[in-house]
Structure formats: structure tokens, C-alpha cells
């Protein structure tokens, strides 16, 4: 059966999407703009690679990622909440910054190569034709996705500090006024849309492709970034956009595999495309103003 | 929080010039770390990477080359980001300009005539405009933000040049490597110096600065760029079509970055290959910051950033440091240079100093 | 039961509270008055905790307290209800009272306490709605709501009537003596003084962050009062008799679809303005006028013949070349709408006058003329401003209106379209304005005043309209129009359903 591997390949294409993608709404919801996806992502893949292969271990590697994410992040925090400075500017700073220090971590490491992390087998679930492989064979990253898709949304829509969250988002000032901590809870967010990064690059290295070359996220955070305006900021549907863009990016792939007549370079560019697209028919439909009220202003409080 | 910021009643006029060097100083001192953390002696290190590229008349030139570039794609960025527009895909908009002269110099310069030459350089231009123009179109007509298509967009060049260079524009007898024939005089930059390989090309830069000062300070158009990009409503009160403005400000970054690329090609490269910028779009955007938005900063800026390239380049040969090292230290100095930025507006008081601070005022 | 001794609070060299005082007693509506920058604002936002202190100290029923937060205060029992709503457009009424409240209680106990305390005091609120499609009212009606949730000893109140209809400050003025009669304190923060003499048992007047007077608002008059805040008298508007000319504005059937989601359709609007009158339009905020504002200044364009300025149809032209048919417009919002925080007061001159005032040549700016007119522009008006060329950010309220106001008038404008000319500015710059607007209309200018102070268009209109959402009024002489007729139509009553006025002769 071809539908199944299509499947499996698809949810794991999909998922660095989703994780780096939901952090980043997370991050984007409290109004802060952090367009350095791609460079906590790449700093995930490399810092969590080489600590899986000098440990041997996965679930170590993606913590380092995590780590590594929140650290680039931690930076990104100091630049737009201490010094109030620009968030777009900021962001691209983080990505070549991170781009760069992941290429020197990982240099000693180019060429390595280790198994993919372990996929789950359930004795008798996991066997169970097509369902089986798909929804109980999938490595951990795949299931901890799920389950952050899940926690995100709880979190925004059944939690007093999720409510915070949003408020913030929409109106700084008014947040403050009440006494909420505008900074420090966009310095969570940011930590957490770092982490999410993070993670999402270290499946990158240790799941989806097990090996490290530089640069290796090719774009996929900004893709993410795209995701979470396509989602109209909201979980379920950064899930539907993130498992279209895994379609899209694994289908092209099967295309150039059978040599459709189509220049290879058309179709690697198709996810890219398809970014641009997916951009323009959200924004026809909802206009700039969709997103939280004050994304990518910054906030200094009066003391 | 830690840090406390309180804004200045005025802008610093100190800070606005000191905040570059500052920046630069810091990265400097960056360097020294991250070479010292690596097993590089840090003082013959930040010799190679920051004296050495000075030292001779052949890297000096190399300097100029480097820089060219760097300031052309800077000063149509600084007019854009002047816009409030968000191009940050200069690096596609690069290789549209070397994509499109290229194809004129594949295709005419066996005439060996003198128009070969300008045809490229005004084609580079338009194609880099053009190029500009889709994100720009974008945004203005369906609201699609500029800064996540006109990166996407650079993807999408550079697979494009991948292609022609792979396929159709393939030179036949370039035992089947991804290149093109190499350009004909014609078809080439001439030198400015025998021996060298500083060429005319590098002139441009000046002149662009010099018209982009012209233009943002002199003229209603440059007025009324800066006056959408501050304030968008106070632009339509005073009768400025916002849209316009902005696919003027992409058309002019994009034609910069443009000719910036088809440069490089017809100049230091002479060829079209897979890859023809070590991120020269990217950087700019350093460049654009670190100048401030202003055409003589960018100037500077852009021979700093320049001198990164070279001493990166000269470091990987003498000390066997890796190129990303450069990378690193151009997203450290574009971190100096906005939280350096941020003391222009703001005094900046740590961990609650300033009610002593006040105290003393008192 | 709150009493404050020797608060100085400073931002960076500006004292903005320098050693003020300040007691309230139980069962007292206390008025706290002063202009615009006198400090009335920073002294509440210590007292609510939302800034501390440099110096002095808070006794909370006799004992000293420090408030450190917000919700230090809340938990005090000094609730808030803020000038510029503290809520969230994008959340529901349920979900902006509890980012309010400090406890862990559940969305829908919340909802169900808002309904009971709301249909309490008569102040209806559906706690499902979302902010963003209530009115300015029913907006002020939250934030009381969420201050009353708290059982609060203490309530300071922040400018409330500000965006009130006549009618619907009477039933805040009702709600407040109840709470009162509770024994509540209320700290009153206005600049009304006539509603100071009606609500108020004492009054604390501020003027340049000091306390200048406590006095018993009953036993004075508002003039006495104004001079108190002002520190001198106040002049009063000279007016100059004219005769009204020849239509030069003249609105037929002018309908717009809103622009944003939220923004407010104008449906079928018609007036005209006549050379040498001043024609007001009343109304609540966020009910068309910057919408209509919009259109009459060409940022919007309209159907051709929906708008005509001197006989000409110029809905669809732009604004410079209704500039150069001799209109002129000030819009409501100083920063960033009618001048560029950051550019100079010369740059700024150039933002109105570059298609008009002869300061470009070729293309090219002539920057000498345009500082030579920012400067006339400044002795015109007396502009207080640091330096010979600041940006405009650097000016205060008063002196960047009165720039921009004379800005335009020394154009010699023949139809003027002013959207809120004194908001937020100092006593002595809004009778400077309003003078000059008068003697504009008394050269033969036609003036359109939108405004939401009732005192102003009372003061200078000749004719006024009502805006109530989206919809205009008949014009009426002013003589003929009563303050409760006006709040009937601000509060969108339908003309037909308003008694006449009586008959003007």
C-alpha cells in the first residue's frame, strides 16, 4: 500500500511545522513579533544533534535543542523587552546570528550520522493495519507535537494566565494599567516560542533527516511564521495549515522522485510558492488588521 | 525587571553618532571571545580579521569590491525600511538583477558592441525591480505581509538560477559543472586599475549614496517616503498615495539590489554560477542598521561590514577558523547596534538605579 | 479614609506631582480638578499603585500603607475606573471584568455576579458581548461594573463624563450618590465644573503639580473655580457678528461603508455650511465622526457630487486638491494624523502646505520658506516650544494644537473642517483656538466644527447637528436647541421622536 508511507512521511514532515509554528503563536498572541524562527530552529538542530551523538541519547539531544532555542531566545527577549528595540530588525538579527553559531557547533559534525529516533511500537496497536503504523508507530516527536497542539489550546482558552496572555496581546497598556506583567509574560512566551524552535529543529536532526548539514531548516521557519498567519492565530487550524504544508512538501518530493518532466528546482520551490500563496488568499480574505492588536509594538512601562 | 528604560525628553544627538562605533567595538570585543573560545589567539586573530585586510593595496581593493555591493543593496533597503516597508528579500531581488543581465549578456554579447554593457547593468536593474515588485504588489493590493513573501522569494531565485545554470544556460563545454560560458569583454566590467580587481562598478555605490542624500533630504518625493513610514495617516492627511510610496520604495531597493547583482557578475565573477552572493542581501540589512537609514553611515557601514567578509575569508585560509565565525559577529553587530539604538531614545537604569538617580538630579 | 502627605512623583526633570496632599472621608464625592498636565492623572495612577512614588506617604483608614501594584490597591479596597478604558476590544465583558478581579473564580460565575450586580444598579451589560461592538457607554459601564465587583471603599473615577451623553451622565451622577449614601468615598476627576458644583462635597485643585486650593465646590462659582485651575481669569469668547454667505460646503446624501471591521458606516448625510457661519456637529465618540471627518477631507473618497466644497463636486478628489479649492482640515488625533511626532515643526508645515504654500520648487523642497512659515506660524499663535525648530513630539498638547491649528488658518482657509479643536489641550489654548475660529468665520470662512464638548459647540456654533451612529441630524440654530434635546439626539434617539425645539426667532 502506497497511502500509508505517503501518511507516515506526511505527519513527519508536518511536525517541525507545527511545533515551531505553535510556539511562535503563542510568542505572537502575547504581541510579540519574533521572526528568528529559522535561526533558534537551526540552533535546535544543531546544538540537539551533537549532544545526541555525544550522549548517544534522543530525548537528551532534544532537550539541548530546547535549550538551545530558549537560549537564542533569551536573547531576542533582551534586545525587544529590555531594550524596546525594533522586533523585526531584532528577529532577523537572531536568524543570521543563529544561522552562524549553529554552523561553528555543528562543523566537528557534518558527516556524522546516527539511527533516527526510535519510533513507538505498542504489541498489537502499533501492528494493527494502516491505523497502526500511523497512529501508534510514530516517534516521540510526533505524539509530543499532539500534545502540545493540545496544551497550547488549553492554555489560551481555559486558563486565567492564557487569558492573561491574550489580553496582553491586545492591548499592553490597558494589561499594565490592571497590574498585569506585560513583560514578563511576553519574556515566557518568548522563552516558550524559543524552546517549540528548539524542539522542532532538533526533530529536524535526530528524526526527520538523522544527520546535521548547515543551514539545514531551509526556510521552514519562516514557513512556520507564514503558518501562524494563515492560522488566524488559532491552534486547530496552524495544525490543518501544518499538515497541508507537510503534503505539499512530501508530494512534491514523490513528484520529482517519478520525473514527472518538471524541473527538480520548480518543485523544490513549490513549498515556497505555495507559502506565497496561502499569505495572499489569507490576507485577501481577513486584511492586515486580523492578528493580536499590538503584534510587533513594542511596550516600555512608565515606572 | 532588570532593566528599567526612561525616555529621554529629546533624542541624544551623542548616542546617534556614537552608537555605531559603539557596536562596532563591542563586536570587536566579541570576536576576540568567540576566537579565544575556539583556541585562536585572540590579539593575532583579530589581526587577521581586522588589520591585515588593511594592510595592502590589493586587499584594499578587494575592500571596495566587497563594499560596493553591499552599500548599493543598503541604501535602496534604508529607503524602503525609511517606508515602513519591510523588504528583507534584497537577496533574491540580487540574483533577479544577475538572472536577467546575465541572460542579455548570454545572449548579445558576441556583438562585442558598447551597448552590451549598459543593456546588462539597466536589465539588472529592472530585473531586481521587478522582482521587488511582487512582494510589494502583494502587500498593497491583498495586504500579504512583505517581509515573509519577499523571503520566500528569495528561495524561489535562488532555485531559479539553479536551474538555468544547471539546464538551459549551461555552458556546453564546461565539462557538464553548473556553470555558464564565461562573459566577453564586452560583457565585463572594465578595471579601474590595471592589475587589480577593482573595476568601474564599484563607482556606483558613491553615486547612489550621493542621490539617495539628494533624494530623502531634498526632494517632496524622499519628504513624503519618510513621512509614510513614521506616520502612514498623517501621510494620507497630507495627500500622499501610501500604496504608491510603497511600490516606489520596493522598485528602487529592488533596482539597487538588482544592480548590485548583475555587478558582481559582469565584474569580480565574470560568469553565472549556482552561487553568485556570500549573502550580500542579508548583510546589507546589517549595513542599512549599523548606517543608521542614513547614505553616509550606509557607507561606512557597508566597509565594515565588508572588512568582516575579507578578514572571514582571510582567517579561514591563515587560522583555519570557520567562515560561520563571520555570520556570527554580523548578527552580534546588528544585536549591538539596536540595543546601542535603543539609548538614542531612552536612559536605561538596572536594577531600580533610578531612584537614586533621580535623587541626585534632585 | 485615604489621605496622601507630600507626593512628588518626577519624570525625568518634569515634576509632574510636587508635594501634593490630599484626604477623602467616607461618603465623600471628592472632586480632583485641573488642566490637562496639572498632575491629576499621575497622583491617581500612585494611589491605584500603577506608579510609585519618589517621595511621600499613604495612610489607608489611618494606617500607613506602601502600594505597590494594582492589586495591592484592589486588595486595599481602592478600585479604578479608568479615562481611557483599560479594556481588550478582542475579549468578551465576562473575560475583561476578570483580568480586573484578583480571584481564581470561574468565566461563568463571573458572568452570572456581572448580571445580578448589573441589573443592581440598573446598568444593563451582557457579559457574553464582545467589547468591540459596544458603545463608548456601555464600554464605561464595564469598567464600573468590574470596579464594583470588588466591593471598593474607595473608587476614583477618571474623566467619566467625558464620553457621556447629557442623559447618561445623569444616571452615572444617580449611581454615584448611591454609592455614596453606602458611605463609598469617590474621588471625582474632572474638568467640568459645573458637575463639580452639582456632585461634589469637596474639591483638591491642582495647577503645575501642586495642590493650590481645597475648597467646597457648592459654595463657589465655576468661574471662581476656573480660576483656581488657570491661575488667572479666563477670557471669555468675543463674538463678532456676521452674515452668513453662499453655501462653500455642501453635503448631498453622503453614505460610506465602514473602512475597518469595527468602524461605523455613515448613511445618508446631508448639510451645508455657509460663508461666515460656524456649524457644529455634536456627538458621542465613535459614532461617524472620524469617518466623516474622512470623507470631507478627501482621505476617503465618496460619490463625485456627495461632497462640494465652493459649488465644486469633489468627492472623488483628493485632499490636496480640496486644499487648493481653499478648504483646510484639522484632524482630531495631533500625533500621527495632523503632524509627525518626529519630524520638525518645519517638516511639519510642509505635511498641509506643500501643494498650496508655494515651499517646493521642481520637486524640491525649499526648506528656508518652510521653517520662515513654521516660525510665522508660532508668533501667530504664541507656539511654546524648546528650540527654534523641535519635533513636534517635543511641544505640549496645547501648543501642538494651537501649531496646527494656525498652521492651517494662516493659509487663509475659506471652509475649515475642525474635528475636536480644544481636546485635551490647556484652558488657555482652547479660547485661543475658539476665538480664532470665530474670528474666521467672522472674515467670511465657513467653519465645521465635529466636536464632543458640549461647553465648546455651546460656546461657538452657530448652527449644530448631531452625529449618533453614522446618521446626522437636521442642523438647528443653536439658540433653539436645549442641552437635554442635544443628548437626546447624541444618544441616537430618532429626530421624530424628540420634541421640537421651540420656536427660534
Not at chain 3, 456676521?242 to 471591521?261: F, I, K, N, Q
Amino acid at each position: 500500500m502506497l497511502l500509508e508511507p505517503l501518511l507516515l512521511t506526511i505527519i513527519t514532515a508536518a511536525t517541525p511545522l507545527l511545533v515551531a509554528a505553535l510556539g511562535e503563536l503563542v510568542v505572537e498572541r502575547s504581541g510579540v513579533l519574533n521572526l528568528g524562527v529559522e535561526g533558534m530552529m537551526v540552533m535546535g538542530a544543531s546544538c540537539g544533534f551533537v549532544v545526541a551523538i555525544l550522549t548517544g541519547s534522543s530525548i537528551l539531544g532534544a532537550l539541548a535543542g530546547i535549550g538551545a532555542g530558549m537560549a537564542l531566545a533569551a536573547v531576542f527577549a533582551l534586545m525587544t523587552l529590555g531594550f524596546a528595540a525594533n522586533q523585526v530588525a531584532s528577529g532577523l538579527a537572531l536568524t543570521i546570528f543563529g544561522l552562524g553559531l549553529s554552523g561553528l557547533i555543528g562543523a566537528d559534525f557534518v558527516g556524522a550520522r546516527r539511527d533516527p529516533a526510535p519510533k513507538l511500537h505498542l504489541a498489537g496497536l502499533s501492528d494493527l493495519p494502516f491505523v497502526g503504523p500511523i497512529l501508534f508507530g510514530e516517534d516521540g516527536f510526533v505524539y509530543a507535537s499532539v500534545a502540545l497542539l493540545l496544551g497550547v489550546s488549553w492554555f489560551l482558552w481555559r486558563t486565567r494566565t492564557g487569558l492573561m496572555l491574550r489580553a496582553i496581546g491586545d492591548n499592553p497598556i490597558s494589561a499594565h494599567a490592571l497590574g498585569h506583567q506585560v513583560l514578563r509574560v511576553r519574556l515566557l512566551a518568548i522563552l516558550f516560542g524559543g524552546g517549540c524552535a528548539g524542539l522542532a529543529g532538533a526533530y529536524l536532526s535526530l528524526g526527520y533527516t538523522p544527520f546535521w548539514v548547515r543551514g539545514m531548516t531551509a526556510g521552514r521557519g519562516w514557513i512556520a511564521l507564514a503558518l501562524v498567519v494563515f492560522s488566524s492565530w488559532i491552534p486547530w487550524r496552524l495544525a490543518l495549515g501544518a499538515y497541508l504544508f507537510g503534503a505539499v512538501t512530501i508530494l512534491q518530493l514523490y513528484a520529482q522522485g517519478y520525473g514527472l518532466g518538471v524541473p527538480s528546482q520548480l518543485m523544490s520551490a513549490l513549498p515556497y510558492l505555495a507559502t506565497i500563496l496561502v499569505l495572499v488568499a489569507i490576507s485577501r480574505s481577513h486584511g492586515r488588521g486580523a492578528g493580536p492588536a499590538s503584534l510587533g509594538t513594542p511596550f516600555v512601562p512608565d515606572h | 525587571m532588570l532593566i528599567e528604560l526612561e525616555r529621554r525628553s529629546a533624542p541624544s544627538r551623542i548616542m546617534m553618532l556614537a552608537s555605531p562605533a559603539i557596536a562596532v567595538a563591542l563586536t570587536v570585543v566579541t570576536a576576540a571571545l568567540l576566537l579565544a573560545a575556539i583556541g585562536v589567539d585572540p590579539v593575532h586573530g583579530l589581526g587577521v580579521y581586522f588589520i591585515a585586510p588593511l594592510s595592502t593595496g590589493w586587499s584594499l581593493q578587494e575592500l571596495a569590491v566587497k563594499a560596493s555591493p553591499l552599500v548599493l543593496i543598503a541604501v535602496g533597503l534604508a529607503i524602503c525600511f525609511r517606508a515602513n516597508s519591510w523588504n528583507i528579500g534584497a537577496e533574491g531581488q540580487y540574483l533577479a538583477g544577475a538572472m536577467l543581465g546575465g541572460w542579455f549578456a548570454l545572449a548579445y554579447q558576441t556583438a562585442g558592441a558598447w551597448w552590451v554593457l549598459p543593456g546588462m547593468l539597466l536589465l539588472g536593474a529592472l530585473g531586481g525591480m521587478l522582482y521587488a515588485l511582487i512582494p510589494a504588489a502583494l502587500r498593497v493590493f491583498f495586504g500579504a505581509n512583505e517581509i515573509l513573501t519577499s523571503l520566500m522569494l528569495v528561495y524561489v531565485a535562488q532555485f531559479g538560477l539553479d536551474y538555468l545554470v544547471r539546464g538551459p544556460w549551461r555552458d556546453p563545454h564546461g565539462f557538464n559543472f553548473p556553470q555558464t560560458v564565461a562573459f566577453e569583454p564586452a560583457a565585463t566590467m572594465p578595471l579601474l586599475l590595471a592589475g587589480g580587481r577593482l573595476h568601474w562598478g564599484v563607482l556606483l555605490a558613491p553615486l547612489a549614496v550621493a542621490v539617495a542624500i539628494v533624494f530623502l533630504g531634498a526632494t517632496l518625493r524622499g519628504f513624503e517616503l519618510r513621512v509614510v513610514g513614521m506616520a502612514p495617516r498623517a501621510g494620507r492627511f497630507a495627500g500622499f498615495d501610501v500604496r504608491r510610496d510603497i511600490l516606489l520604495a520596493f522598485a528602487v531597493s529592488g533596482a539597487l539590489a538588482g544592480l548590485a547583482g548583475i555587478i558582481e557578475v559582469a565584474g569580480p565573477i565574470g560568469q553565472l554560477l549556482p552561487t553568485l552572493s556570500p549573502g550580500y542581501g542579508f548583510a546589507a540589512i546589517i549595513v542599512a542598521f549599523l548606517g543608521r537609514l542614513n547614505p553616509i553611515g550606509i557607507l561606512l557601514a557597508g566597509l565594515i561590514l565588508a572588512l568582516s567578509y575579507l578578514g572571514g575569508e582571510q582567517a579561514q585560509i591563515a587560522l583555519r577558523v570557520p567562515l560561520d565565525l563571520t555570520i556570527v559577529l554580523q548578527g552580534a553587530l546588528l544585536f549591538y547596534v539596536l540595543a546601542c539604538d535603543t539609548f538614542i531614545l531612552y536612559r536605561l537604569h538596572l536594577f531600580g538605579g533610578r531612584r537614586k538617580a533621580v535623587q541626585r538630579a534632585a | 479614609m485615604l489621605e496622601a502627605r507630600g507626593i512628588v512623583k518626577r519624570f525625568g526633570d518634569l515634576a509632574a506631582n510636587d508635594g501634593v496632599d490630599l484626604a477623602v472621608g467616607e461618603g465623600e464625592i471628592h472632586a480632583l480638578l485641573g488642566e490637562n498636565g496639572a498632575g491629576k492623572s499621575t497622583l491617581v495612577k500612585v494611589l491605584y499603585g500603577a506608579l510609585q512614588p519618589d517621595e511621600g506617604e499613604i495612610f489607608w483608614q489611618g494606617a500607613h500603607v506602601e502600594i505597590a501594584s494594582p492589586a495591592a490597591a484592589r486588595a486595599l479596597g481602592i478600585g479604578m475606573v479608568f479615562q481611557h478604558f483599560s479594556l481588550f476590544e478582542a475579549l468578551t465583558v465576562a473575560e475583561n471584568v476578570a483580568l480586573g478581579l484578583p480571584t481564581r473564580e470561574t468565566l461563568r460565575s463571573i458572568a452570572s455576579r456581572i448580571e445580578a450586580l448589573s441589573a443592581a444598579f440598573g446598568l444593563p451589560l451582557d457579559p457574553a458581548r464582545y467589547v468591540h461592538d459596544l458603545s463608548v457607554g456601555e464600554r464605561q459601564r464595564i469598567e464600573i461594573v468590574r470596579c464594583l465587583l470588588q466591593d471598593p471603599k474607595l473608587i476614583i473615577m477618571d474623566e467619566p463624563t467625558s464620553v457621556l451623553t447629557p442623559q447618561e451622565a445623569d444616571l452615572l451622577f444617580a449611581t454615584l450618590g448611591r454609592l455614596a449614601g453606602e458611605g463609598r468615598a469617590i474621588l471625582y476627576i474632572t474638568h467640568r465644573l459645573e458637575e463639580v458644583r452639582r456632585l461634589c462635597d469637596a474639591a483638591t485643585v491642582l495647577r503645575q503639580g501642586r495642590v493650590v486650593a481645597g475648597v467646597s465646590p457648592r459654595r463657589e462659582t465655576a468661574a471662581a473655580l476656573a480660576r483656581l485651575m488657570v491661575g488667572s481669569d479666563v477670557q471669555p469668547i468675543e463674538h463678532r457678528a456676521a452674515r452668513a454667505g453662499a453655501p462653500l460646503l455642501e453635503l448631498r446624501r453622503l453614505s460610506l461603508p465602514p473602512d475597518r471591521v469595527l468602524g461605523t458606516a455613515l448613511v445618508d448625510i446631508s448639510l451645508s455650511v455657509r460663508a461666515g457661519e460656524i456649524v457644529a456637529i455634536a456627538g458621542v465618540a465613535g459614532n461617524g465622526q472620524g469617518e466623516l471627518f474622512a470623507a470631507l477631507s478627501g482621505e476617503r473618497p465618496s460619490r463625485a457630487d456627495a461632497v462640494l466644497i465652493d459649488g465644486a463636486p469633489v468627492g472623488q478628489r483628493g485632499i490636496t486638491q480640496r486644499r487648493r479649492l481653499g478648504a483646510a482640515f484639522v484632524p482630531e488625533e495631533r500625533l500621527g494624523h495632523s503632524a509627525v511626532p518626529h519630524l520638525t515643526l518645519s517638516e511639519n508645515v510642509l505635511l498641509t502646505r506643500h501643494g498650496t504654500g508655494g515651499l517646493t520648487r521642481l520637486g524640491f523642497l525649499l526648506r528656508g520658506r518652510a521653517a520662515q512659515l513654521a516660525a510665522e506660524v508660532c508668533a501667530a499663535f504664541d507656539v511654546r516650544k524648546p528650540g527654534r525648530d523641535p519635533e513636534a513630539a517635543s511641544l505640549s498638547g496645547g501648543n501642538l494644537q494651537k501649531f496646527v491649528v494656525g498652521r492651517e488658518l494662516l493659509a487663509e482657509p475659506r471652509l475649515l473642517v475642525v474635528n475636536q479643536p480644544s481636546w485635551g489641550v490647556d484652558v488657555g489654548a482652547a479660547v485661543m483656538i475658539r476665538q480664532a475660529l470665530v474670528d474666521l468665520a467672522a472674515q467670511g470662512a465657513a467653519v465645521l466644527v465635529i466636536s464632543q464638548d458640549l461647553d465648546e459647540i455651546l460656546e461657538i456654533a452657530d448652527r449644530i447637528a448631531v452625529i449618533a451612529h453614522g446618521r446626522l441630524s437636521e442642523a438647528h440654530p443653536a439658540s433653539a436647541l436645549s442641552l437635554e434635546r442635544i443628548g437626546l439626539l447624541m444618544g441616537g434617539a430618532h429626530p421624530e421622536s424628540v420634541p421640537e425645539p421651540a420656536d427660534a426667532d
